[in-house]
């Protein structure tokens, strides 16, 4: 069955949707308005609700189906596992905030999100960081690299780290595979990410007024762990992303699957919620200053998000961009997934990657050339630190951060004032060393 064509015009909802989400904290009173997360809610489905009549009037509900219900119900069902069971883990402590001891804490996350996921090293890993950071004067610029690092780059060597790879993965994909191919550009985007942010650290330290470095000093305390049961639990949230598929269980996969066995994995996501709040004492998340507002904030912009993407996304495959080089493959999959999700985003261009000619003597990798692979990897994964919207965690660092009293920048001071002039540059030599 061909896909009906998608109009121009019909990419307006999704653009409205993005400049929603930046400029109306910028505007007096608006900004306030658009804190609660009830007001984001509206927004999503005055925006939402006639893209999804139009579609379903169409003939394109299933499109619309699919994009809600196998994708938007998964992502949100996954980020939600991630940050009960790592918010229920509660590491208290306040370390000396050094340059060199708020590298090491971004350090740590940059290797842990490979293999319990960007969300879950980050979810673990802020509020630490943010006691941490509590007595500096100047603390946005941890936040802002903490995003870059640990919410993203650090997600690129398993299928476990980043949405994308896992839907790579399942098209076939070994799951070793980017360990093995992609280590280089992990490894050298992390450690120029580190230097640099230590650099800058180094900076503010010197700048920062000595009654706040005695504090830090004076309030240190010992790191001690509690909700240690949450290992169990995050331990089944990365094992039921890595078994729970149509690749171990082919019945989820059958065409005529029933929609309840195609969501079993999201099925366990909800029992290990359940479970990691029911078995959680109340004191370790009182402790952790836990709130429900961050991934609340996360499922209301994302749902606009993902209804008014989808005719975004139909009409890309109809009009597909004409990119034919690796490095191509790099930007064009890196500029869309820091607006759309880059999990769809990464299908989109792998589509697109199917079409071209495989060189004599190399051997396809889920399909495709590696060199398309390695490109749409790091673009999808890399460039979703470009923006707020780029990836999920992005949206729960922030607000945790601003639980925390941290004026963060608005969504264009974020991109003007630190992804485009620190990471875009990152990339870029990452870029020109590898493909």
Known sequence: MLEHLIPAWMLIPFAVMLLCIAVLPLIPHVGEWWEHNLHKLYVSLILGVPVGIWLVCNQMGPELEHQMIYDYVPFILLLMALFVTTGGICIRGDLKASPLTNTVILGLGWVLASFMGTTGAAMLLIRLLLNTIKQRKYKVHTVLFFIAIVANCGGLLSPLGDPPLFLLFQKGT???????????????????????????????????????????????????????????????????????????????????????????????????????????????????????????????????????????????????????????????????????????????????????????????????????????????????????????????????????????????????????????PVYIIVQLLFI
């Open 174 to 424: 070994p799951f070793v595979w980017w360990l093995q191919n992609m280590i280089g550009e992990w490894f050298v985007t992390g450690a120029l990410l580190l230097i640099i942010y230590y650099c800058v650290d180094l900076y503010y330290f010197k700048k920062e007024p000595l009654e706040h470095i005695r504090a830090d000093v004076r309030e240190a305390k010992q790191l001690r762990m509690t909700g240690l049961i949450n290992i169990f639990w995050l331990l089944g949230v990365v094992c039921s992303t890595m078994f729970i598929n149509s690749t171990y269980i082919p019945a989820m996969g059958a065409h005529d699957a029933p929609w309840y066995l195609k969501l079993l994995r999201e099925w366990v996501f909800i029992l290990i919620i359940a479970g990691s709040w029911l078995t959680t004492k109340k004191a370790v998340r009182v402790n952790n200053n836990y709130s429900w507002t961050p991934i609340l904030e996360v499922a209301c912009v994302f749902l606009g998000i993902f209804v008014t993407m989808t005719p975004a996304l139909m009409y890309l495959r109809q009009h597909p961009l004409p990119v034919q080089h690796a490095w191509e493959f790099v930007y064009c999959t890196g500029a869309l997934s820091a607006f759309l999700d880059n999990a769809p985003t990464a299908m989109v261009f792998h589509a697109t990657a199917t079409t071209l000619p495989i060189p004599e003597g190399v051997e396809a990798v889920a399909g495709i050339a590696p060199d398309y692979l390695k490109a749409i990897s790091m673009g999808a994964v890399f460039f979703g630190a470009l923006t707020y919207i780029g990836n999920g965690p992005n949206f729960m660092v922030k607000s945790i951060a601003e639980q925390e009293k941290i004026e963060m920048p608005s969504f264009f001071g974020y991109m003007i004032k630190f992804s485009l002039i620190v990471l875009l």
